[in-house]
């Protein structure tokens, strides 16, 4: 493994310049069952090292504790990283399973406040809409965030989720730096109208789970099954039953593409997902999400991985095969609502 630095992109026309890949910061202390604290420390160490600029969390993710356990490594290394954290999945005090997605001035204020004292930052870098509430008009959403910009406490804006014409009346508020959204070789819905909207007002996509929750890594089958009873991808549909064993096939041409190439099935996703900005035409950052310092490395070496014409073909028909939503309700995602 070469300590190479990876590339570096900007997120928008006067977005923040970030490593080609991000880091997605989620699973390092919640929603994906056990883990260890001091692997996942060394995690973000090493991805630094690595060139890895952006980290992504939310409030929602372990409500707050994400943000905490990341507040030490973003003050120890504040003018190396660029935060991004997420508003809108406010947690009911007396349900703290559920969550309500908010998208009004007043709650928005009080995240942003909530997120800042936890994250221990005087400004987030990018702040994003994790979901869409369709009873706020989107410009009254965006309106808000940025007076957060123009007040100092957020540079950049985000959204997560949302549709071509969502991002259109969005960005006319204020200037849009990324789209958050999942993408991989299981998720391509966004192609047909958020990616072309995206380069049209010159803004990056962030691609979420691009090794599809780890089971394009083939480090599990079914959810059910393989993972622990805390695991939320158990309530995922193209994870379990008779759609996990019909996904798992599909995984096949993803082996022999990375035998071939003396990769594993991570780097060939990865690698896919990296290569979306040349044939898409527009910056593309993903963000997989890993506990693990030597998984670092592993995703990071994909970035030197460029796929063949023919590998991309043989790659091409994989999604419109998947069994199986994205989610249990799809309404909360930009292909819900196009």
Request: aromatic share 6%; hydrophobic share 40%.
């Amino acid at each position: 493994m070469t300590d190479a630095r990876i590339p570096t992109v900007r997120l928008g026309t006067d977005g923040p310049e970030v490593g080609v890949q991000g880091l997605g910061c989620m699973g390092m202390n919640f929603g994906y069952g056990p883990t260890d604290a001091g692997q996942a420390r060394a995690a973000l160490d090493r991805a630094l090292e690595l060139g890895v600029t952006l980290y992504d969390t939310a409030d929602a993710y372990g409500a707050g504790e994400n943000e905490r356990f990341l507040s030490p490594f973003f003050k120890a290394h504040r003018d190396e990283v660029v935060i991004a954290t997420k508003f809108a999945l406010s947690i009911p005090p007396d349900d703290p399973t559920k969550r309500i997605i908010r998208n009004d001035a007043p709650y928005i204020r009080e995240a942003v406040e909530a997120s800042l004292k936890r994250l221990d930052v005087d400004v987030i870098d990018l702040y994003y809409m994790h979901r869409r509430d369709v009873n706020v008009p989107i410009e009254e959403t965006v309106g808000t965030m940025a007076e957060l910009v123009r007040e100092g406490k957020v540079k950049h804006l985000g959204l997560s989720e949302v549709t071509a014409d969502e991002l259109r009346a969005a960005h006319a508020v204020h200037p849009i730096a990324a789209v958050q959204s999942e993408w991989s070789l299981f998720s391509r819905d966004i192609e047909a109208r958020v990616v072309p909207a995206a380069r049209d007002l010159g803004v990056a996509l962030v691609p979420y789970s691009p090794l599809g929750r780890g089971f394009l890594t083939g480090s599990f089958t079914n959810a059910e099954q393989d993972l622990t009873a805390d695991d939320f991808r158990r309530q995922q549909p193209r994870f379990t039953g008779e759609n996990a064993a019909a996904n798992a096939a599909l995984l096949e041409p993803i082996r022999a593409i990375a035998e071939a190439r003396g990769a594993t099935l991570g780097q060939i996703a990865l690698a896919w997902a990296q290569q979306r900005a040349s044939v898409a035409g527009l910056p593309v950052v993903p963000i997989p999400g890993t506990r693990k310092p030597g998984r670092v490395e592993e995703n990071v070496a994909a970035t030197r991985i460029t796929l063949t014409e023919e590998e991309l073909a043989t790659l091409e028909p994989i999604a419109s095969r998947v069994s199986g939503d994205r989610y249990p309700d799809m309404r909360f995602a930009s292909a819900g609502r196009e």
